[in-house]
């Protein structure tokens, strides 16, 4: 599978269907392979998932939790994708927290900590996540790559800091990590996302690709009838 588009009929039925996908990928991954190591999403999309994830029995201790990105506040803070991730589910499953490697935003240098964090769990140059799970900006952006930065150009770093702007800095997982995925599940909800779906899954030729349409592992788009 390169790329699957599953449509649900409603945001809740989209939120069911992904813990059942997540589930699925995370059980066939410790079977296979003993670990599976996870870069969740931010914004507001993912907590629904994250909240129906919070009420299944599973080894949770097994995985190890990532981000795709971090904005630059405080892990506490009501914007931190990291406290998003922990409030609706991390505090909620018993997980190992050894194996809870956020985005230390408050210590010098986090972009460059994370990547070395990356390198040591991974013990490779470019880390292969199991899964990544990935939102959609209605700009077409995903994760912290957004149309025009900087970022996007990186090829050698496996973590960028860049500054969005109206945004503030955000730290990111850069397009070699995200493409080096097995698997990358896109989370798209909402009738605001329409047109960065469309842009994104149909894209017009000469037309400079959304951010998104720059993921190229194989990636399953669940999304909602709203949205596409
Ligand atoms: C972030 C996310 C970002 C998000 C999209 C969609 O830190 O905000 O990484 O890429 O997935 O902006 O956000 P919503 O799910 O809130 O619409």
């Known amino acids: 599978m390169l790329r699957e588009v599953v449509v649900h009929p409603t945001s809740q039925a989209l939120f069911e269907g992904a813990a059942q996908r997540f589930l699925a990928l995370a059980s066939a991954s410790l079977e296979r392979q003993g670990r599976f190591r996870v870069a969740l999403a931010g914004g507001s999309t993912p907590k629904g998932l994250y909240s129906c994830l919070a009420g299944a029995a599973f080894p949770w201790e097994r995985i190890d939790w990532f981000?795709?990105?971090?904005?630059?506040?405080?892990?506490?803070?009501?914007?931190?994708?990291?406290?998003?991730?922990?409030?609706?589910?991390?505090?909620?499953?018993?997980?190992?927290?050894?194996?809870?490697?956020?985005?230390?935003?408050?210590?010098?240098?986090?972009?460059?900590?994370?990547?070395?964090?990356?390198?040591?769990?991974?013990?490779?140059?470019?880390?292969?996540?199991?899964?990544?799970?990935?939102?959609?900006?209605?700009?077409?952006?995903?994760?912290?790559l957004f149309p025009g930065s900087t970022a996007l150009d990186e090829r050698d770093r496996l973590v960028a800091s860049t500054l969005v702007p109206g945004l503030g800095e955000r730290i990111t997982l850069t397009l070699p990590v995200l493409n080096h995925a097995a698997s990358v599940m896109f989370l798209v909800s909402g009738r605001e996302k329409r047109e960065a779906l469309r842009a994104v899954l149909h894209p017009e030729p000469r037309v400079p690709p959304r951010p998104a349409g720059l993921v190229t592992a194989p990636r399953l788009w669940m999304v909602d009838e709203a949205a596409i």
């Open 67 to 144: 981000w795709g990105d971090e904005r630059m506040v405080p892990p506490e803070h009501p914007d931190s994708n990291f406290g998003m991730a922990f409030q609706a589910l991390l505090s909620r499953v018993p997980v190992d927290h050894q194996r809870v490697h956020r985005v230390e935003t408050e210590r010098p240098d986090p972009a460059g900590r994370y990547e070395t964090t990356l390198r040591d769990v991974f013990g490779e140059p470019c880390p292969r996540f199991d899964l990544i799970l990935l939102g959609l900006g209605t700009d077409g952006h995903t994760a912290s």
